[in-house]
């Protein structure tokens, strides 16, 4: 099972990336998927899940009305569009899917049982 991110890069303030994870060796329809990110220094945290279905997507305050996440489950890939990126933003994204419908908290990292290597993102001023 793996789990590519992509995307990632140099960008300035105010501008935009689409991240990308696709996932091989198993299908993860069935599971909620989401994007974490580590800055350096700090713990990794919580920046946005979806449901299996894409019906229901959440959201870190911080991100809320700027970042978008989806998932097509047609080719097993979830995306992370990021807009209106801010220097604090400047993180390594790493995608995570759960490994069963049964959870109790989509932001703790521990729910997730598969992750992907991190795409790195930095914003300039």
């Known amino acids: 099972v793996q789990l590519q991110a992509s995307g990632g890069g140099l960008v300035q303030a105010g501008g935009s990336l689409r991240l990308s994870c696709a996932a091989s060796?198993?299908?993860?329809?069935?599971?909620?998927m989401g994007w974490f990110r580590q800055a350096p220094g700090k713990e990794r945290e919580f920046v946005a899940a979806?449901?299996?279905?894409?019906?229901?997507?959440y959201y870190t305050h911080s991100v809320k009305g700027r970042f978008t996440i989806s998932r097509s489950n047609a080719v097993n890939t979830v995306y992370l569009q990021m807009n209106s990126l801010k220097t604090e933003d400047s993180a390594v994204y790493y995608c995570?899917?759960?490994?069963?419908?049964?959870?109790?908290?989509?932001?703790?990292?521990?729910?997730?049982?598969?992750w992907g290597q991190g795409t790195e993102v930095t914003v300039s001023s």
């Open positions: 979806i449901s299996w279905s894409g019906d229901s997507a």
């Open positions: 995570a899917a759960m490994g069963s419908v049964y959870y109790t908290d989509y932001r703790n990292l521990n729910e997730y049982t598969y």
């Open positions: 060796g198993r299908r993860f329809s069935n599971y909620m």
